[in-house]
């Protein structure tokens, strides 16, 4: 086997992996594969694992890699959070890159050997520190690298370095993924820690985004716990999976520079090489919020303009666009349902300014309907998280905070389509580092567009006949009627439908 292949295997070899858990129980084992080539060892890989054949049943193994960029105040609880699982990872590689901040000291803290027991079973693990220095590719060169690494391995698990673990996460991902041979990637349900906010903008912000991972992790797990994408945050992946897609694609490495949203792109292209991309059903990870509104647009835009970027012919790299892959329809149906609400409440604003200036507007009882059909279905998604508290569910019985976050998401899917159109090349990921470093003033753009459209809206109504007048609301409040009763017709089928005892 020469150099350049060390670490693969052939796409005709089979193996029966076993996970290291005692909620396994006594498993029965499939007929024996003859055997068609052993694992060559590669550094990184424990004699054991190397001596182990293709045919002969072993517990898997698995390599963690966390990026990080800049992660002083977070990093010792994220490896902390690896080291107490109930299934330690047999190699935890942290690689930091573009730091500035004490990350590598407090990171080397943990290097070394370190093992667990756990009922009985002793775990044993080595913590490796990579500092990169400056990397061009940013996460991704990270990824990348750690990727390299971890090659010998049977699963890579992919952890943000401001992610924490439930601590039973691994072993949950462990078990679902050797149980179906088929999953290429397997996402954490994840949710915002919220016990990382300091202030009354920090909570709302962190009780909105609380409720949007909620709804988007809902989705996933009703849809087939088919996951859109496999977010970077904590992702076990099939080390067969990611071989195959580069293969495919005539990649280095799997994760590639020219996306906005590289765990979007990797999980298209794991489910174009046949395998499948789920969420699970009950491993958990806790993500970092974003606690301004600086930061939060930053994070908010890269997501939806890489998601845009996808749909069609990228403006990076060779991106050809797949409008119509069965990943991309729930992003699809986030970008109608916020064209809709964006239309509605526009409108309904427009409208009713107009309608008091000539002094024709007439209270109806039945506008109340949207909103308490929105409020019981706020209600219901904050009821359905595992770690709920009283400031979720007053998050959504309060409908204010609820709505107010809506219009900050509107400005952020606003701000992407509108550098989507204007062909801007412009480097979301440095924007993002930016915001969250407090600079950068983009996050006001979306507040002066609406203020620009609502005063140009007046101008232009001051400036028609009464006729004319009567004659746009007389045809403006039927088309505002039937996108309403559309949206509130989406949200009743939402409350209604069975959440089959799945909790995020």
């Not at 003859?34 to 990184?44: M, R």
């Not at 301004?292 to 749909?311: C, E, P, S, T």
């Not at 009882?365 to 998280?385: S, Y």
Request: aromatic letters at 8%; a neutral charge; proline letters at 4%.
């Amino acid at each position: 086997m020469s150099d350049s292949s060390r670490g693969f295997r052939r796409a005709s070899d089979r193996q029966i992996l076993m996970p290291r858990s005692a909620k396994a129980g006594p498993l029965a084992l499939p007929p024996a594969v003859p055997q068609l080539a052993e694992l060559e060892a590669v550094e990184t890989v424990s004699a054991e694992i190397a001596g182990a054949t293709a045919a002969t049943p072993r517990n898997a193994t698995i390599s963690c890699i966390i990026p990080c960029y800049n992660e002083q105040d977070t990093i010792a609880e994220v490896v902390k959070s690896i080291l107490g699982q109930t299934r330690l990872p047999d190699a935890i590689h942290v690689i930091i890159n573009n730091t500035d901040d004490d990350t590598p000291e407090i990171a080397r803290s943990f290097e070394g050997r370190h093992s667990r027991t756990v009922k009985g079973e002793e775990f044993v693990t080595h913590v490796y520190v990579h500092d990169m220095g400056e990397n061009p590719d940013k996460k991704v060169g990270a990824l990348n690298y750690g990727y390299f690494l971890s090659r010998g391995f049977d699963y890579i698990l992919g952890v943000d370095g401001d992610t924490t673990l439930a601590r039973d996460t691994v072993e949950r991902l462990e078990l679902e993924m050797t149980d179906d041979p088929r999953i290429g990637g397997l996402s954490a349900i994840y949710t915002i820690d919220k016990n990382r906010q300091r202030g009354l903008m920090a909570r709302f912000l962190v009780a909105g985004q609380r409720a949007q991972f909620a709804a988007f992790n809902m989705d996933n797990l009703l849809r087939g716990r088919n996951m859109a994408v496999l977010g970077g945050q904590c992702s076990l992946f099939n080390m067969r999976a990611l071989e195959s897609v580069m293969i495919r694609h005539h990649q280095q490495a799997p994760w590639v520079r020219d996306s906005e949203v590289e765990d979007s792109k990797l999980s298209l292209q794991i489910k174009d090489a046949g395998f499948s991309t789920k969420i699970s059903a009950t491993a958990r990870a806790f993500v970092g919020p974003m606690t301004n509104l600086r930061a939060l647009h930053g994070q908010q835009v890269k997501w939806n303009f890489g998601a845009i970027d996808l749909f069609w012919p990228g403006q990076r790299g060779d991106n050809k666009g797949q409008p119509l892959h069965p990943n991309l329809r729930l992003r699809w149906y986030e970008n109608i349902s916020m064209l809709f609400n964006i239309g509605s409440r526009l409108g309904f604003l427009l409208l009713l300014f107009a309608a008091l200036s000539i002094d024709a507007f007439v209270f109806n009882p039945i506008w109340l309907i949207p909103p308490a059909v929105a409020i019981v279905l706020n209600l219901r998604m904050a009821l359905a998280m595992k770690d709920k508290s009283a400031s979720d569910l007053l998050y959504a019985a309060l409908a204010l905070p609820s709505e107010l976050y809506m219009w900050v998401r509107m400005g952020h899917f606003v701000s992407a389509w509108t550098q989507f159109l204007a062909q801007s090349d412009k480097d979301n990921w440095a924007a993002q580092a930016n915001a969250e470093k407090g600079k950068g003033s983009a996050y006001v753009m979306p507040l002066l567009v609406l203020i620009a459209i609502l005063g140009g809206g007046v101008y232009a109504w001051s400036q028609q006949s009464v006729n004319v007048q009567s004659a746009i609301l007389s045809l403006g409040w039927p088309i505002l009627y039937i996108a309403t009763i559309a949206q509130t017709v989406f949200m009743l089928r939402k409350l209604v439908r069975r959440h089959r005892g799945f909790a995020v």
